[in-house]
């Protein structure tokens, strides 16, 4: 069975472009999350999904940040217009609700260098 | 507001030997559960270890074992019997009901043969 997975696993691009990150999660999933890490510091929750519902955005940044799950299946993360700060790698996880344990799956995350 | 502290940013131990990672948690909720996450470099998160609140024996995983203490609010790793493929950065984890995760700064843990 196919984990979680992202694309790209590495980015670089300038400030003020437009960058778009995916995840696919583990089939039949129904919860997806992103996380960000920025260099040195903890894992940040940005947004969860419940199928194609947004149920919690509190972690999103700023409006920059533009999160969609067409039809509950894979999901886009995108930075528009992107600023230094926003470097870091971006996770994607994903879980089924009533599983054992509440465990969640990650991809490998995406690297995103903004330069 | 849910926290999670690693206080030790590296670590080093000898092939073979014991290594415990500390964690500690700040949270108001009685229900959750804690867990060890993984990252070696082949950057691939790997669920290391899970641990219910509710629970009060230490959960185990081969080599791998947690000293829970949750009147403390700790959650410590012990890894026994240190291999290289243990090298990685070493995330503690605390989740609430509702899925959502809280994660500490990490450890980076390396095995030296």
């Known amino acids: 069975e196919a984990g979680v997975t992202q694309f790209p696993s590495h980015s670089v691009i300038e400030k003020g472009q437009t960058v778009t990150l995916r995840c696919d999660p583990i089939?039949?999933?129904?919860?997806l999350y992103w996380y960000r890490r920025v260099m040195g510091k903890e894992i940040k929750f940005l947004l969860h999904?419940?199928?194609?519902?947004?149920?919690?955005e509190s972690g999103m940044p700023n409006n920059r940040f533009l999160a969609e799950r067409t039809g509950g299946t894979y999901s886009t993360l995108k930075v528009q217009p992107a600023e230094l700060e926003d470097s870091g790698v971006y996770f994607c996880?994903?879980?089924?609700?009533?599983?054992?344990?509440?465990?969640?799956?990650f991809g490998e995350g995406s690297w995103l260098t903004v330069v | 507001a849910q926290t999670v502290t690693q206080s030790q940013p590296e670590m080093s131990v000898q092939e073979a030997e014991t290594v415990t990672l500390s964690c500690t948690y700040d949270?108001?909720?009685?229900?959750?559960?804690l867990f060890w996450y993984k990252q070696p470099p082949s950057r691939q998160m790997i669920l290391v270890i899970r641990?219910?609140?509710?629970?009060?024996q230490n959960a185990t995983e081969n080599r791998f074992s947690v000293n829970f203490q949750k009147a403390a609010k700790s959650f410590s790793l012990k890894i026994s019997d240190s291999q290289l493929g243990d090298t990685a950065m070493y995330f503690c984890?605390?989740?609430?009901?509702?899925?959502?995760?809280?994660f500490g700064t990490g450890t980076s843990l390396t095995v030296i043969p």
């Open positions: 641990q219910e609140a509710y629970k009060q």
């Open positions: 999904f419940v199928k194609e519902s947004k149920q919690d």
């Open positions: 984890a605390f989740m609430k009901l509702g899925n959502q995760f809280y």
């Open positions: 949270t108001s909720e009685s229900n959750y559960y």
């Open positions: 089939s039949g999933h129904d919860n």
């Open positions: 996880a994903s879980s089924l609700t009533g599983s054992s344990g509440n465990t969640i799956y």
